[in-house]
């Protein structure tokens, strides 16, 4: 079964992996322990999130940033993980990718539009 | 006629049907709650004062650990139907969708404890300073004026002791949901009996005052028409519920029909499961995002 590629690859395609079938019993156990790993991850994750709460960083910005870095390392995690895109085919990449450009050029239009007042909201050259 | 690729990956794509229609799926879900996101910033960003602390956090904090428990039950009931163990799927997919079902149980907690919870505004500063009185005693503008401001202590730089702005917050007598000014006085209804919030700091909560509706200019439960913070909040996180929903249902569906797929086309089973899987993480990803911007920031 270790040449029978036929369910998780596309035939004429290499395979790109270090084992040898998605499906043998050794595979699914050695992912079974990852995804326990992982749970593990996460739940520590949360507790970091909780924890830099209470303690309190004097800068706002700083705050933000170690929030949302920690959850980024989160869901980096569960995409990987949990929704195989350490391992995926290279079909589902180039989707992710056209996603992640048009994610973040609504995110840019946000920015762009963020000290865009119509001008008669604004007192002395600033909103009200 | 039998649908192709549900097992099989497709030559030129490499992947079985129901995969690439899923990750299609998502790709359009991430710009859904990306678009809401940014909505949040922009609001978040313009605004001068924002509510902080208006939830709970070992509230959302227990709801996270349920949503990461759900996302490691699903997975390995996909693992289990992997191995060729039926009765270990159906016991992790029964604890996902517990999991899931704890979860909106928990939110609904969470909504109607804002649904019950009011703010009343005064109609001038003298009227205003009456009722705080009335409510903490002496220094009863003061307190109200504490609780006001930490309720926007992270972002209080701006925060100003207008009387005007201090508003009392309380419960209605008789717990109402969604009571508005408007209801109450088209009811006939003269006063309110408002059970104040207790002073910043301690679980004391005030004697139920008497409010006159003559003097209030604007009561408001917390519900998305109270204020921007509240609009957002509930936008996102009753979008975010309905997709749980609409998860459990589906991974439900798999429970309940597992013997009869289990029979049909096991290999079919697993991808099916794999799907849902997939959709299911997606919204246990967004909860990750959500969670420290709306619970912690």
């Known amino acids: 079964m270790s040449h029978d590629h036929s369910h998780s690859h596309g035939p004429g395609e290499a395979c790109d992996h270090g084992h040898d079938d998605h499906n043998s019993p050794e595979y699914i156990h050695k992912t079974i322990r990852k995804y326990l790993k992982v749970g593990g991850i996460l739940f520590a994750g949360t507790i970091l999130t909780v924890a830099m709460y209470y303690v309190h960083i004097p800068s706002v910005a700083a705050t933000i940033a170690i929030a949302l870095l920690i959850a980024t390392v989160k869901a980096a995690f569960v995409a990987g993980v949990f929704m195989h895109l350490s391992d995926e085919r290279k079909m589902i990449y180039s989707i992710l990718l056209c996603t992640v450009c048009f994610l973040i050029s609504l995110m840019g239009l946000t920015l762009w539009a963020m000290n865009d007042f119509p001008f008669f909201t604004l007192v002395d050259g600033k909103p009200f | ?297």
């Open chain 2, 1 to 297: 006629m039998e649908i192709p690729y549900t097992v099989k990956p497709r030559p030129d794509t490499g992947l079985y049907n129901a995969k690439l229609g899923i990750w299609l799926f998502l790709a359009s879900e991430v710009m859904l709650f990306g678009g809401l996101f940014s909505a949040y910033i922009l609001l978040r960003v313009s605004s001068d004062l924002w509510p902080h602390g208006m939830v709970s956090i070992p509230v959302g904090t227990f709801n996270t650990f349920v949503l990461i428990a759900s996302s490691v039950t699903v997975v390995m009931s996909w693992a289990s139907l992997k191995l060729g163990k039926l009765s270990a799927f159906k016991g992790y997919m029964a604890a996902t969708i517990v999991c899931a079902l704890g979860f909106l149980g928990v939110k609904s907690f969470e909504y109607y404890a804002k649904f019950t919870h009011y703010d009343v505004w005064f109609k001038d500063e003298a009227t205003a300073k009456k009722y705080f009185t009335a409510a903490y005693g002496e220094k009863g503008e003061e307190a109200t004026r504490k609780l006001f401001v930490e309720r926007f202590h992270l972002h209080n730089t701006k925060a100003t002791y207008d009387a005007n702005q201090i508003q009392l917050t309380g419960h209605l007598f008789g717990n109402p949901m969604f009571a508005t000014l408007k209801k109450l006085t088209s009811a006939k209804q003269e006063t309110i009996q408002f059970t104040p919030d207790a002073p910043f700091g301690t679980h004391d909560h005030p004697k139920a005052i008497e409010v006159k509706l003559s003097d209030v200019q604007r009561l408001s439960a917390y519900v998305p028409a109270h204020s921007t913070y509240f609009a957002i909040y509930f936008t996102i996180t009753a979008l975010h519920g309905l997709h749980v929903l609409g998860g459990a249902i589906v991974l439900a569906y798999f429970l309940f029909t597992a013997d009869h797929w289990w029979k049909k086309s096991p290999e079919q089973m697993a991808n099916r499961v794999e799907v849902g899987g997939l959709f299911w993480h997606f919204v246990d990803l967004v909860w990750i995002f959500l969670f420290p911007i709306i619970y912690l920031l």
